[in-house]
């Protein structure tokens, strides 16, 4: 039994090779290696070409993530495909103990991995900050966790492995998301729709760098490449699917065929009509409900019902914050975003998530200082241990010392600049920005007084 293996790749050669090593070094099982290529200019074509055990597909320019993939499909013959993004670096028995939970079921057409920089249930914590840690840490915890597994909704694309037969049964990724984002939610939700399970092999870990596809994208134009797909995805499918899949049943998904998806809002709704007292609980999932469905108003009305109660988890109270602080900032109303996100200041310690929201729209504002005092608050907060909310490990972690990094040096605070930046890397070692930047502001402060302040930060990192 083959394994095609789906690598997708523009420029970024190194990361590619790191990627494609791994893969030789820590798969026995057999496998055939596919890279397509969407317009590299940086000599990865030369290096494919020269690469005689993998196939790869040649494109003129960026055909975006989706096309790059059905590109692979029509010359893999394997009996599984691995979609897998280049900036990734796999490790001991990677794949065949998902292969073995792919098959442990008849049902079972997905599993992915976990990770160290992955969105929903798939983000683990990870204890390693150089790749030379990696293969340790790995061998390690998939042994704790040795045929452990999780069934899930949702799985993210970065690493994603998938019998033949559900590609032939639901197709392959649609094309309409261009370079890519909510193309794997949307092949997520057609799997689930078949009857499809999905699950996370918990002793499968794979390394994911995180976003150099996108590095080339300013970050104006990823958000506005976000939220383009945001709103393709909600078009065809009439709701918010990423929210949909992350916070689905087994028994609402055991029944999901057409219109069911829309099930849970029709009870609310003739619930409503028929002059039902909504409970707390009732409000917050209404509210859900409406956000899922894109009827964004309502929303804000029910999440505003359910926190005029004052019961509620404070997860929940939390969440509905963060959720109507979203809807606003989607619509430029920094005034009412940041309202709601003071609001959640007010039912427990402040989230780093949404300290990250005030300190990107003052970024975007241009006012640095505002921003550097909420990014450094950030950097100081710990995150509550008995936690069950959605959790953005980035921003608990790297993000705000790489923002950190970014506003120093706008406000002409170099040497700061460069520790966060080293901060930064500490989390994720090999992001090419925190690369960049260590590269840049070496340039300016020199070596000798950069060793130094390795030196600080190295110190207070093993203090922690």
């Known amino acids: 039994m083959t394994t095609s293996i789906i690598i997708l790749n523009v420029n970024q050669l190194a990361v590619t090779q790191q990627c494609i090593e791994s893969i030789r070094q820590n798969t026995p099982e057999p496998y055939e290696l596919i890279v397509v290529d969407n317009g590299s200019t940086d000599g990865t074509v030369e290096y494919l070409k020269g690469q005689v055990d993998i196939k790869a597909v040649f494109n003129s320019s960026n055909f975006g993530f989706g096309k790059g993939c059905n590109q692979g499909l029509e010359v893999a013959s394997g009996d599984n495909i691995l979609f897998l993004n280049n900036d990734t670096v796999v490790t001991v028995n990677w794949l065949g103990n998902m292969l073995?939970?792919?098959?442990?079921q008849?049902?079972?057409?997905?599993?992915?991995?976990?990770?160290?920089?992955?969105?929903?249930?798939q983000q683990i914590n990870v204890t390693y900050a150089e790749l030379s840690c990696l293969?340790?840490?790995?061998r390690e915890y998939c042994a704790k966790n040795a045929?452990?597994?999780r069934r899930v909704f949702r799985l993210v694309g970065f690493c994603l492995l998938v019998k033949k037969e559900v590609i032939d049964q639901i197709g392959g990724f649609d094309e309409m998301f261009g370079l890519g984002n909510f193309e794997d939610d949307d092949f997520?939700?057609?799997?689930?729709?078949?009857?499809?399970?999905l699950m996370i092999a918990l002793d499968s870990f794979v390394h994911h760098i995180g976003q150099v596809t996108f590095n080339s994208v300013r970050e104006a134009g990823f958000n506005r490449l976000m939220e383009e797909n945001r709103e393709k995805a909600i078009a065809k499918w009439g709701f918010n699917i990423a929210n949909y899949l992350h916070n689905l049943q087994p028994e609402t998904a055991a029944k999901l065929r057409g219109d069911d998806l829309h099930h849970n809002l029709h009870i609310y709704e003739a619930r409503l009509e028929a002059g039902d007292e909504f409970a707390p609980l009732d409000l917050y999932d209404f509210a859900n409900e409406l956000l899922n469905h894109r009827q964004d108003e309502q929303a804000v009305e029910y999440y505003e019902k359910f926190l005029a109660t004052g019961q509620g988890s404070i997860e929940d109270k939390i969440t509905a914050c963060g959720n109507v602080a979203d809807l606003f900032l989607w619509r430029g109303d920094q005034e009412n975003m940041k309202k709601y996100i003071f609001r959640s200041f007010e039912y427990d310690t402040p989230r780093a998530e949404f300290c990250c929201r005030l300190g990107f729209a003052a970024l975007k504002a241009g006012n640095y200082k505002e921003a550097i005092v909420w990014y450094k608050i950030v950097a100081h907060l710990e995150m509550p241990a008995d936690n069950c909310g959605p959790i953005n490990q980035a921003c608990w972690t790297w993000l705000p010392h790489l923002q950190l990094a970014l506003c120093y040096d706008r406000v002409g605070k170099q040497e700061l600049g460069y520790r966060h930046n080293e901060f930064a890397r500490h989390f994720v070692p090999q992001d090419t920005r925190v690369l960049h930047n260590r590269t840049?502001?070496?340039?300016?402060?020199?070596?000798?007084?950069?060793a130094e302040i390795d030196l600080q930060v190295q110190a207070e990192l093993c203090q922690q």
């Open 147 to 149: 045929g452990g597994y």
């Open 135 to 138: 293969a340790d840490f790995a």
């Open 106 to 121: 008849q049902q079972i057409g997905l599993v992915g991995p976990v990770s160290n920089c992955v969105s929903g249930h």
């Open 188 to 197: 997520c939700l057609r799997a689930v729709q078949a009857g499809f399970h």
């Open 440 to 450: 840049y502001f070496e340039d300016i402060l020199g070596p000798t007084r950069t």
């Open 100 to 104: 073995r939970l792919l098959y442990s």
